[in-house]
């Protein structure tokens, strides 16, 4: 069963102090991971797709990367705007976006 | 890219009434979704909607309970039927560009059930 899971649930930063979000996956036939970006309240922002292993993207203060099992989103140096949940989707041969849980980064000033 | 605009952006709603959600884009797609996103949950999806096509919906969804329409290229819609207080959630419409591998979400409509 294609599967996603996303950790930490939740991240606690000071401004500045960076981290990794990890997106574990198990799909038939990956045809894309996708991060997106969830404010309260508001439809994820789309922030990269990623298709093999070792390929990365960067944008800002963001760089995704991945691996056959798992990706990550590094943040360096965060601000307090960067605070929002992060979400992992994966498609798969079915063309369906499967969606981790999410994990929401608080950063403080 | 794609640009969505739903309405309403929010609602508060009656339990046994029905509640047609609107979704427009700035650009012909063939591929549009429907997603809902219960409190603190993450994205699940309720129906694909072709146009030229009955909508396809996932387990545990539906067609008298979400019907759907799919008129032409830029519109859809999505009724949430006889609600109850668990229907409320976030409903959020989704395309999928026909050029690209990137799916974009709209703003998402906020629907309270009392």
């Known amino acids: 069963e294609d599967q996603v899971t996303q950790s930490p649930e939740a991240l606690r930063l000071q401004e500045g102090e960076s981290s990794s979000l990890n997106c574990s996956y198990t799909v038939s036939g990956l045809r894309g991971l996708f991060w997106y970006r969830q404010d309260p309240g508001k439809g994820p922002e789309f922030l990269f797709t990623?298709?093999?292993a070792g390929e990365e993207k960067e944008k800002e203060r963001l760089k995704a990367t991945l691996t056959k099992k798992e990706s990550f989103l590094h943040i360096t140096a965060p601000k307090p705007e960067d605070s929002a949940t992060y979400l992992c989707a994966v498609r798969s041969n079915t063309g369906k976006l499967i969606f981790g849980q999410g994990t929401t980064l608080q950063v403080k000033p | 890219s794609a640009v969505i605009s739903q309405k309403p952006s929010r609602d508060i709603c009656q339990r046994g009434t029905s509640l047609t959600i609107q979704c427009q884009v700035d650009?012909?797609?063939?591929?549009m979704f429907w997603y809902r996103q219960q409190p603190g949950q993450s994205l699940t999806l309720i129906a694909t909607?072709?146009?030229?096509?009955?909508?396809?919906?996932e387990s545990g969804f539906v067609i008298d309970k979400f019907p759907i329409s799919r008129p032409n290229l830029t519109f859809s819609t999505l009724t949430v039927s006889n609600m109850s207080p668990e229907d409320s959630s976030i409903y959020l419409c989704?395309?999928?560009?026909?050029?690209?591998?990137?799916?974009?979400f709209g703003p998402g409509t906020r629907l309270t059930v009392l």
């Open positions: 650009s012909q797609v063939t591929m």
């Open positions: 909607a072709n146009q030229g096509s009955e909508a396809t919906y």
């Open positions: 990623l298709y093999s």
């Open positions: 989704s395309v999928h560009p026909d050029n690209t591998d990137t799916q974009y």
